[in-house]
């Protein structure tokens, strides 16, 4: 049989794509709306966790405003104080939120933590440092002021928070293109924020494809048919885009059919800023993803050298972007929390996209090395390395709810007992 007579099963595997330069690729095409007027929103702080700033937050005044006590005692000037001994009347009594007269000299102020420090004093002492004295000398002037005796001598400054220490008027405090923590709306609510200016939530419309696909609920365990499943996916990735900032619209499950595929994209594309899509983008007969978005705009289908999650597609129906992914549940998370997720980011104006990996020891051995590069399910354990899952199978979605995050092993690499590994956290890449 000559070359151009052989079986199309015969054609030779197309070349898989390294995971790094399907990244890359991906990332040139996500257009960050950041810098477009239409695409701000001023949100309440208390909405803004996760989402984009989109322009730098600047402080309008010091944190703190004033120098202040750090701790609950007595403020004094040091040059009163030089002898362990000292004994000092105690003139006035200051409290966070209230302001104190200036200190005259030989007397000190019981001060409260976060109570501004009175003109005139330049050091805190703690209270346990000191003594109230419930006898008074007779010899005493101001023997109507209460007195007390200093255990230590001070050094200027301590126990003093300066103004602007934390903040200084002016300052950036938060960057455009950061991802908002609770911190981060702790210290935009500090400089007096109660709304920030956010990048717009990306639209995404998100569906499954399948007709083996049931929905819990709507078929008790009992009732299954055969070779019919329930919708996993659907739900971990719905619950990922919503942890994104996404704005999520669910678009249930397509059945395996082409008509039915091409009005489900024309309908998303229209609304939307991305369409999401797990299963359909292999190369089966009932895989309807591919000539669908075809049919109504353009499209990359590319084999990923990684395990798992060999088969992704990126494309654009219109100005929707267009992210298939592989059906399998475990192939279909990673390959969102490695690709989808930088993506969204990156659509976003985002900062930082990509989750930073640290090494820690491999306590287990993995002796078989793989062309692909593998992403193994691993948890952290009481001695600091690392546990494998023993199934390792694209469909064991169990191993990510065992695990705590994967051992990013690169192409043709084996695992000993001890040797370090790159680690990479599901609670940097679950955010």
Request: glycine share 8%; net charge neutral.
């Given at each position: 049989?000559?070359?151009?007579?052989?079986?199309?099963?015969?054609?030779?595997?197309?070349?898989?794509?390294?995971?790094?330069?399907?990244?890359?690729?991906?990332?040139?095409?996500?257009?960050?709306?950041?810098?477009?007027?239409?695409?701000?929103?001023?949100?309440?702080?208390?909405?803004?966790?996760?989402?984009?700033?989109?322009?730098?937050?600047?402080?309008?005044?010091?944190?703190?405003?004033?120098?202040?006590?750090?701790?609950?005692?007595?403020?004094?000037?040091?040059?009163?104080?030089?002898?362990?001994?000292?004994?000092?009347?105690?003139?006035?009594?200051?409290?966070?939120?209230?302001?104190?007269?200036?200190?005259?000299?030989?007397?000190?102020?019981?001060?409260?933590?976060?109570?501004?420090?009175?003109?005139?004093?330049?050091?805190?002492?703690?209270?346990?440092?000191?003594?109230?004295?419930?006898?008074?000398?007779?010899?005493?002037?101001?023997?109507?002021?209460?007195?007390?005796?200093?255990?230590?001598?001070?050094?200027?400054?301590?126990?003093?928070?300066?103004?602007?220490?934390?903040?200084?008027?002016?300052?950036?405090?938060?960057?455009?293109?950061?991802?908002?923590?609770?911190?981060?709306?702790?210290?935009?609510?500090?400089?007096?924020?109660?709304?920030?200016?956010?990048?717009?939530?990306?639209?995404?419309?998100?569906?499954?494809?399948?007709?083996?696909?049931?929905?819990?609920?709507?078929?008790?365990?009992?009732?299954?048919?055969?070779?019919?499943?329930?919708?996993?996916?659907?739900?971990?990735?719905?619950?990922?885009?919503?942890?994104?900032?996404?704005?999520?619209?669910?678009?249930?499950?397509?059945?395996?059919?082409?008509?039915?595929?091409?009005?489900?994209?024309?309908?998303?594309s229209a609304a939307h800023d991305v369409i999401l899509t797990s299963g359909g983008v292999s190369v089966g007969e009932e895989d309807h993803i591919k000539p669908a978005v075809q049919a109504l705009g353009s499209l990359?289908?590319?084999?990923?050298?990684?395990?798992?999650?060999?088969?992704?597609?990126?494309?654009?129906?219109?100005?929707?972007?267009?992210?298939?992914?592989?059906?399998?549940?475990?192939?279909?998370?990673?390959?969102?929390?490695?690709?989808?997720?930088?993506?969204?980011l990156a659509l976003q104006g985002a900062s930082q996209v990509h989750e930073p990996s640290v090494l820690l020891p491999a306590h287990f051995s993995w002796p078989r090395a793989d062309k692909r590069r593998e992403f193994?399910?691993?948890?952290?354990?009481?001695?600091?390395?690392?546990?494998?899952?023993?199934?390792?199978?694209?469909?064991?979605?169990?191993?990510?709810?065992?695990?705590?995050?994967?051992?990013d092993n690169p192409a043709g690499q084996t695992i000993g007992h001890g040797d370090a590994v790159r680690f990479i956290s599901f609670a940097q890449l679950f955010n």
């Open positions: 049989m000559t070359a151009s007579s052989s079986p199309a099963f015969l054609a030779p595997r197309p070349t898989l794509l390294p995971l790094d330069d399907a990244l890359a690729q991906l990332l040139s095409f996500a257009t960050p709306e950041i810098g477009v007027a239409a695409a701000y929103e001023l949100v309440d702080t208390f909405e803004a966790d996760g989402r984009v700033l989109a322009q730098d937050l600047h402080s309008p005044l010091h944190i703190p405003p004033q120098d202040n006590s750090s701790m609950d005692g007595y403020a004094v000037r040091c040059s009163d104080v030089q002898n362990p001994a000292a004994q000092l009347s105690v003139s006035q009594r200051i409290a966070a939120g209230s302001e104190g007269s200036p200190l005259q000299p030989g007397t000190v102020a019981r001060i409260f933590t976060g109570a501004p420090i009175p003109a005139g004093a330049d050091a805190v002492v703690m209270q346990e440092d000191c003594e109230l004295l419930a006898e008074l000398p007779a010899q005493s002037v101001d023997s109507a002021l209460p007195r007390i005796r200093i255990a230590q001598t001070p050094q200027p400054g301590q126990w003093i928070r300066r103004a602007g220490e934390d903040v200084s008027r002016g300052a950036v405090v938060l960057r455009r293109g950061a991802r908002l923590s609770p911190a981060s709306l702790g210290l935009a609510a500090g400089i007096g924020q109660a709304q920030l200016p956010l990048v717009r939530r990306p639209r995404v419309a998100i569906f499954s494809t399948g007709d083996e696909l049931v929905m819990p609920g709507s078929v008790a365990p009992a009732q299954m048919k055969p070779g019919t499943i329930y919708n996993s996916n659907r739900f971990f990735l719905r619950a990922l885009l919503k942890r994104l900032g996404c704005a999520v619209t669910d678009r249930g499950i397509v059945p395996d059919q082409r008509e039915a595929t091409i009005d489900a994209l024309r309908e998303a990359h289908v590319w084999q990923l050298a990684m395990k798992p999650g060999k088969p992704f597609a990126y494309g654009k129906i219109g100005a929707a972007h267009f992210l298939g992914l592989p059906g399998n549940p475990v192939s279909s998370l990673v390959t969102f929390v490695l690709l989808v997720r930088p993506f969204l193994l399910r691993v948890r952290r354990n009481a001695a600091g390395g690392l546990d494998l899952f023993p199934n390792q199978s694209s469909g064991v979605l169990t191993s990510t709810v065992w695990g705590d995050g994967l051992v």
